[in-house]
């Protein structure tokens, strides 16, 4: 027989630097994760992206025996897109103003990067979903 999934708890936390306090804690002590075992799975698994410093989401699926899978993706197209930019956050009024630029080729990096979180079904599609965030952002594609 399956286990049953009961509950889903989302967060976002910075690689390998999780810690059983606020607001890591709680979440998983309101579903009945055994915080230190998460923690430390958690920065095992992330590890290798802790230079870069980048928050990661992560889908932590909670079954009736109290067991857990997680699930961590990459980060957010936002993110990745100021990063690549070089700035700090976006335009206010992005119709008007403008953040920064990134290239094409920057452009198709992150979409490769984020195309199995996106809907996507290829590159040129996950790029078109970028290229939207990006001008949300007030981040022009040269």
Do not use: C, W
């Not at 932590?60 to 700035?87: N, W």
């Not at 490769?112 to 007030?138: C, F």
Request: aromatic residues 4%; charged residues 25%.
């Amino acid at each position: 027989m399956a286990k049953k999934a009961v509950k889903k708890v989302k967060l976002a936390i910075p690689a390998g630097k999780a810690t059983p306090a606020p607001p890591i804690g709680p979440a998983l002590g309101q579903a009945g994760i055994n915080i230190g075992t998460f923690t430390k799975q958690f920065n095992d698994a992330t590890k290798a992206q802790m230079a870069s410093g980048e928050t990661l989401p992560v889908v932590i699926t909670v079954y009736d025996d109290r067991s857990y899978d997680f699930v961590v993706r990459q980060p957010s197209a936002s993110a990745l897109l100021l990063k690549a930019a070089g700035v700090e956050k976006g335009a206010g009024k992005h119709m008007e103003k403008k953040a920064g630029y990134i290239t094409k080729a920057k452009l198709k990096e992150i979409a490769e990067r984020k195309l199995p979180d996106t809907n996507a079904n290829d590159v040129e599609g996950a790029m078109q979903i970028i290229a939207g965030a990006a001008k949300s952002l007030g981040i022009d594609i040269k």
